[in-house]
């Protein structure tokens, strides 16, 4: 199949996947209200993190290996099944022996943690298998299913007004239907190579490093969450978390071009000139800057339409905020360069200065000046960071 083809496939399907999401995340947030929603956001954000940590980075091991010898599928496949494994009977001890030790520390249920962090895994593992075998319309239907069934119960209980115990244990159902699928169909494909050999140490080298360079952004892009969640009000806490939300959809965008195109890169069969990737990814750099204008435009009337009328600081926040954003979906396409050629070292040093930087700032000034602090710290640094990588990055096409 033509590349253009594949990629427009995948952007429509996971457009209309996120676009279910973006209607999920607005019913959540009124259901739960500004008091609630940002709590439980910043939750499932931590157990993100550690699903990210316990991946290891094999996903992008798995897309690099797979995409340059598709006869390494099975041993590859049997690698993550075992790692997914590990991570379930780790998980379920410490969830279930040692987590209600500290009732706290938590306002999902137990059981709700541990099938969302089990989903989040086996998804993070198995779609790296399907993007490298370029079957990306098999990921986008189960993420849709799964997704429309979710939306159908919020839609079935808004009147109601479901508690957010009943709704953490329904969403995280929800994720680990998705993983199942996701395992199940990664275990169909199948290649016409042979079997080939995996030096493991190589395999998880690089595993390792994509997963700390990844679990550095991911700090990088959430820290200033906890530092209002800390010294501001819950409502402020739900406003900037919200913003993060839509910002996401920055990144997502770009994502979803990044991981179309990383296995041609890796495997060497298109994107070797930097003249060729400006002109595949041109659109989408316009895209990214005209969704930016449409939210400053009309956001005063956009943000309280949809999540209501505690949620009209957004705007405010999301002009200072709006530049980071769009920076960092640039930086999402030009990662896509950095894996294939395998240069992980660039990008763990920026994510790890602009984490450093956040951190900092935000301990200094957000306890005096708050969310507003917090969001021009944010944008500033994930500006720094995308001007890093694109000065570097014409250096990138002549690595083999």
Not at 171 to 193: D, H
Not at 295 to 306: A, E, H, K, Q, R
Not at 386 to 393: A, G, K, S
């Amino acid at each position: 199949m033509h590349f253009s083809l594949i990629l427009k496939q995948n952007i429509l399907g996971k457009l209309f996947n996120h676009l279910v999401v973006f209607i999920i995340n607005i019913l959540l947030v009124r259901i739960l209200g500004a008091q609630l929603s940002g709590h439980f956001f910043n939750e499932l954000y931590a157990i993100n993190f550690i699903a990210f940590l316990c991946s290891i980075g094999l996903d992008y091991a798995a897309i690099s290996w797979i995409s340059r010898e598709p006869g390494l599928l099975r041993i590859v496949r049997r690698e993550l099944l075992s790692v997914f494994l590990f991570f379930v009977l780790t998980a379920t001890f410490v969830l279930l022996f040692l987590l209600p030790s500290y009732p706290s520390l938590s306002i999902q249920p137990v059981w709700a943690i541990l099938l969302f962090s089990c989903g989040n895994v086996m998804l993070i593992l198995f779609q790296g298998i399907l993007s490298a075998l370029k079957k990306f319309n098999r990921q986008n239907y189960i993420l849709i299913f799964s997704n429309l069934l979710f939306l159908l119960y919020l839609i079935m209980r808004w009147s109601s007004k479901p508690s957010i115990e009943e709704i953490a244990m329904v969403y995280a159902v929800l994720f680990s239907m998705q993983g199942l699928l996701m395992l199940f169909s990664a275990f169909q494909v199948s290649t016409e190579v042979g079997e080939g050999s995996i030096n493991k140490i190589s395999f998880y080298k690089y595993g390792f490093q994509v997963m700390i360079s990844s679990l550095v952004y991911f700090v990088f892009l959430r820290v200033d969450n906890y530092y209002v969640e800390r010294y501001c009000t819950s409502v402020e806490l739900s406003n900037y978390v919200q913003c993060g939300k839509v910002g996401q959809y920055f990144i997502y965008f770009s994502s979803v071009i990044s991981s179309t195109l990383l296995p041609f890169i890796a495997s060497e069969k298109m994107g070797n000139t930097f003249k060729e990737w400006v002109k595949l990814v041109k659109p989408y750099f316009i895209m990214i800057i005209a969704g930016a204008v449409i939210l400053i435009t009309i956001g005063s009337l956009l943000y309280p339409l949809v999540f209501g009328e505690e949620f009209k600081t957004m705007d405010g926040l999301m002009k200072i905020l709006l530049p980071g954003y769009v920076g960092l979906g640039v930086l999402t396409l030009v990662n896509s360069i950095y894996l294939a050629k395998g240069n992980i070292k660039a990008i763990f040093i920026g994510d790890f200065a602009g984490m450093v930087l956040v951190w900092l700032l935000d301990a200094i000034f957000v306890p005096h000046y708050g969310m507003y602090a917090a969001a021009l710290i944010s944008s500033v640094a994930y500006l720094l960071l995308c001007f890093y990588l694109l000065f570097n990055l014409k250096k990138q096409f002549l690595l083999p």
